[in-house]
Protein backbone atom coordinates (compact mmCIF):
# COMPACT_ATOMS: atom_id res chain seq x y z
CA UNK A 1 0.00 0.00 0.00
CA UNK A 2 1.14 2.99 -1.38
CA UNK A 3 1.71 6.35 1.40
CA UNK A 4 0.65 9.51 0.22
CA UNK A 5 2.80 12.34 0.67
CA UNK A 6 0.71 13.82 3.05
CA UNK A 7 0.43 10.60 5.18
CA UNK A 8 4.78 10.93 4.89
CA UNK A 9 4.76 14.58 6.06
CA UNK A 10 2.41 13.90 9.14
CA UNK A 11 4.47 10.78 9.96
CA UNK A 12 7.81 12.77 9.68
CA UNK A 13 6.24 15.79 11.62
CA UNK A 14 5.14 13.52 14.42
CA UNK A 15 8.55 11.70 14.57
CA UNK A 16 10.28 15.08 15.16
CA UNK A 17 8.17 16.21 18.12
CA UNK A 18 8.62 12.80 19.57
CA UNK A 19 12.49 13.52 19.24
CA UNK A 20 12.17 16.66 20.59
CA UNK A 21 9.80 15.58 23.54
CA UNK A 22 12.32 12.28 24.23
CA UNK A 23 15.35 14.84 23.91
CA UNK A 24 13.54 17.39 26.27
CA UNK A 25 13.35 14.32 28.92
CA UNK A 26 16.38 13.22 28.15
CA UNK A 27 18.43 16.30 28.49
CA UNK A 28 15.93 18.94 29.73
CA UNK A 29 14.89 22.08 27.77
CA UNK A 30 18.92 23.67 27.42
CA UNK A 31 19.35 22.44 23.86
CA UNK A 32 15.82 23.89 22.35
CA UNK A 33 16.32 27.07 24.55
CA UNK A 34 19.56 27.35 22.53
CA UNK A 35 17.94 28.37 19.44
CA UNK A 36 16.11 31.28 18.33
CA UNK A 37 12.72 29.27 17.77
CA UNK A 38 13.27 27.50 21.12
CA UNK A 39 13.63 31.16 22.93
CA UNK A 40 10.12 32.50 21.15
CA UNK A 41 7.91 29.64 21.86
CA UNK A 42 9.04 29.55 25.04
CA UNK A 43 8.48 33.63 25.32
CA UNK A 44 4.71 32.53 24.09
CA UNK A 45 4.23 30.14 26.27
CA UNK A 46 4.99 31.84 28.85
CA UNK A 47 2.81 34.77 28.38
CA UNK A 48 0.33 32.65 27.73
CA UNK A 49 -0.95 32.06 30.91
CA UNK A 50 0.60 34.97 32.79
CA UNK A 51 -1.26 37.19 35.34
CA UNK A 52 -1.81 40.98 34.12
CA UNK A 53 0.60 43.16 35.15
CA UNK A 54 -0.90 45.69 37.17
CA UNK A 55 -3.00 48.91 35.83
CA UNK A 56 -0.72 51.43 34.49
CA UNK A 57 2.53 49.38 34.13
CA UNK A 58 3.21 49.01 30.65
CA UNK A 59 4.73 45.53 29.16
CA UNK A 60 7.80 45.22 26.38
CA UNK A 61 6.83 43.00 23.38
CA UNK A 62 9.41 41.88 20.87
CA UNK A 63 10.05 44.36 18.29
CA UNK A 64 8.00 47.02 20.45
CA UNK A 65 9.87 50.07 22.46
CA UNK A 66 10.96 49.02 26.14
CA UNK A 67 8.20 51.64 27.78
CA UNK A 68 9.70 54.09 29.84
CA UNK A 69 10.95 53.35 33.66
CA UNK A 70 13.08 53.94 36.53
CA UNK A 71 15.41 51.72 38.28
CA UNK A 72 18.18 52.46 41.34
CA UNK A 73 21.69 52.06 40.54
CA UNK A 74 22.96 49.54 43.22
CA UNK A 75 25.48 52.53 44.72
CA UNK A 76 22.76 55.35 44.64
CA UNK A 77 20.85 57.45 42.21
CA UNK A 78 18.51 55.91 38.97
CA UNK A 79 18.56 55.39 35.69
CA UNK A 80 15.70 56.37 33.40
CA UNK A 81 15.27 53.30 30.24
CA UNK A 82 15.61 53.00 27.78
CA UNK A 83 16.73 56.96 27.44
CA UNK A 84 19.93 56.64 29.72
CA UNK A 85 21.66 53.96 27.69
CA UNK A 86 20.00 55.64 24.44
CA UNK A 87 22.16 55.72 21.71
CA UNK A 88 23.66 52.10 21.84
CA UNK A 89 22.46 49.17 22.19
CA UNK A 90 22.13 47.80 25.02
CA UNK A 91 22.08 43.75 26.69
CA UNK A 92 20.15 43.88 29.81
CA UNK A 93 20.43 40.98 32.32
CA UNK A 94 18.18 40.67 35.26
CA UNK A 95 19.69 38.16 37.66
CA UNK A 96 19.58 37.72 41.75
CA UNK A 97 22.61 36.53 43.75
CA UNK A 98 20.29 33.32 44.63
CA UNK A 99 20.24 32.39 41.47
CA UNK A 100 22.91 29.69 40.44
CA UNK A 101 22.33 29.66 36.97
CA UNK A 102 22.85 33.73 36.78
CA UNK A 103 25.89 33.59 39.31
CA UNK A 104 27.24 30.84 36.44
CA UNK A 105 26.77 33.42 33.30
CA UNK A 106 27.86 36.30 35.02
CA UNK A 107 31.85 35.27 33.59
CA UNK A 108 30.29 35.29 29.98
CA UNK A 109 28.31 38.48 31.08
CA UNK A 110 31.89 40.65 32.33
CA UNK A 111 34.21 38.88 29.30
CA UNK A 112 31.26 40.03 26.57
CA UNK A 113 31.14 43.35 28.03
CA UNK A 114 34.55 44.11 28.05
CA UNK A 115 35.16 43.03 24.70
CA UNK A 116 32.95 45.55 23.86
CA UNK A 117 35.05 48.40 24.54
CA UNK A 118 33.36 52.13 24.20
CA UNK A 119 31.42 52.06 21.26
CA UNK A 120 29.92 48.31 20.97
CA UNK A 121 26.95 46.86 22.96
CA UNK A 122 26.55 48.29 26.29
CA UNK A 123 25.90 45.57 29.32
CA UNK A 124 23.63 46.79 32.41
CA UNK A 125 22.68 44.11 34.95
CA UNK A 126 19.58 44.59 37.10
CA UNK A 127 19.47 42.57 40.41
CA UNK A 128 16.03 41.45 41.48
CA UNK A 129 17.39 41.03 44.79
CA UNK A 130 18.48 42.47 48.22
CA UNK A 131 21.07 45.22 47.84
CA UNK A 132 23.52 44.24 50.66
CA UNK A 133 22.92 40.54 49.08
CA UNK A 134 24.33 41.87 45.87
CA UNK A 135 26.87 44.04 46.95
CA UNK A 136 28.49 40.84 49.41
CA UNK A 137 28.05 38.95 46.05
CA UNK A 138 29.77 41.61 43.91
CA UNK A 139 32.29 41.97 46.33
CA UNK A 140 33.17 38.21 45.97
CA UNK A 141 32.37 37.85 42.36
CA UNK A 142 33.11 41.63 40.48
CA UNK A 143 32.10 42.76 37.24
CA UNK A 144 33.02 45.70 35.00
CA UNK A 145 29.71 46.29 33.69
CA UNK A 146 27.17 48.62 35.76
CA UNK A 147 24.31 46.98 38.11
CA UNK A 148 20.83 48.01 38.90
CA UNK A 149 18.66 46.65 41.72
CA UNK A 150 14.98 46.06 41.93
CA UNK A 151 12.69 44.29 44.30
CA UNK A 152 10.87 41.29 42.60
CA UNK A 153 7.02 41.90 41.82
CA UNK A 154 4.62 42.36 40.05
CA UNK A 155 6.04 45.64 38.29
CA UNK A 156 9.64 44.93 38.98
CA UNK A 157 12.31 45.89 35.83
CA UNK A 158 12.11 42.05 34.16
CA UNK A 159 8.08 42.04 33.97
CA UNK A 160 8.38 45.41 32.50
CA UNK A 161 10.90 44.05 29.75
CA UNK A 162 8.55 41.00 28.94
CA UNK A 163 8.85 38.10 31.53
CA UNK A 164 5.97 38.15 33.61
CA UNK A 165 6.80 34.97 35.04
CA UNK A 166 9.59 36.26 36.68
CA UNK A 167 11.98 33.18 35.30
CA UNK A 168 15.54 34.09 35.74
CA UNK A 169 18.28 34.56 34.07
CA UNK A 170 16.32 36.92 31.82
CA UNK A 171 18.39 38.95 29.20
CA UNK A 172 16.83 41.50 26.25
CA UNK A 173 18.91 43.24 23.76
CA UNK A 174 17.36 46.51 23.58
CA UNK A 175 18.26 48.88 20.43
CA UNK A 176 19.80 51.68 20.33
CA UNK A 177 16.53 53.62 19.41
CA UNK A 178 15.24 52.07 22.34
CA UNK A 179 13.21 48.90 20.75
CA UNK A 180 13.12 45.23 21.85
CA UNK A 181 15.41 43.36 19.42
CA UNK A 182 15.39 40.18 21.66
CA UNK A 183 14.67 38.25 24.71
CA UNK A 184 16.13 34.97 26.33
CA UNK A 185 15.27 32.97 29.02
CA UNK A 186 18.02 31.31 30.62
CA UNK A 187 21.86 31.25 30.83
CA UNK A 188 24.61 32.37 28.45
CA UNK A 189 27.11 29.98 27.94
CA UNK A 190 30.95 30.52 27.59
CA UNK A 191 31.04 32.88 24.19
CA UNK A 192 27.45 32.19 23.26
CA UNK A 193 26.63 36.00 23.48
CA UNK A 194 28.88 37.09 20.84
CA UNK A 195 26.64 35.07 18.00
CA UNK A 196 23.29 35.65 20.13
CA UNK A 197 23.83 39.71 20.27
CA UNK A 198 24.40 39.67 16.73
CA UNK A 199 21.21 41.09 15.03
Same mark, same amino acid.
Given at each position: ?12 ? &? !? ?8 ? *? ?21 ? !? ?10 ? !? ?14 ? &? ?21 ? =??? =? ?57 ? *? ?38
Amino acid at each position: MKLTTTKVIVVAV &G !AGLLGVMASM *LMTGPGPLLRTEPGQRLAQQMLQ !ANAPPAPEGVEV !AERGGPVPQFEVARLE &GGQWTLPEDFAGQPVLINIWASW =CPP =CVEEMPELDRFARAQGADGIQVLGIALDEPEAVRAFLAEVPVGYPQGIDMPGRADAGVR *LGNPRGVMPYSVLVSADGRVLKQRIGPFEDGEIDGWARH
